[in-house]
Nanobody, 123 residues
């Protein structure tokens, strides 16, 4: 079983909301930054948001003001609240742990990827 497993995806209309969850079943990432990425069909995996071990957050410009990342260490879970969804937000969303000493947002600096959850925004 994967350490990180995402849930909460689904089909939503434009302007709607979803909350994604990423559960750390391995309980081994509490001291890591945790990121959300997304990948649309035939496109590269893109950074969405990251939260550091001490709750500092960073967002992609395309989701600023609409998405909120948070974490509950007691529940070993990272969340992504997505509001005002747009068709271009349609993608598979994955969470991953940021590698130690890495502070960037490129996918190559992350590990322990979950299998992902599909988000589809219909117009």
């Amino acid at each position: 079983q994967e350490d990180l497993v995402e849930s909460g995806g689904g089909l939503v209309q434009v302007g709607g909301s979803l909350r994604l969850s990423c559960v750390d079943f391995g309980r081994s990432h509490s001291n890591y930054g945790m990121g959300w990425f997304r990948q649309a069909p035939e496109k590269e995996r893109d950074f969405v948001a990251v939260i550091s071990w001490n709750n500092i957050t960073e967002y992609a410009d395309s989701v600023k003001g609409r998405f909120t990342i948070s974490r509950d260490k007691a529940k070993h879970t990272v969340y992504l609240q997505m509001d005002s969804l747009k068709p271009e937000d349609t993608a598979v969303y994955c969470c991953a742990a940021r590698s130690p000493y890495y502070t960037g947002v490129r996918p190559g600096g992350y590990r322990d990827w979950g299998p992902g959850t599909q988000v589809t925004v219909s117009s």
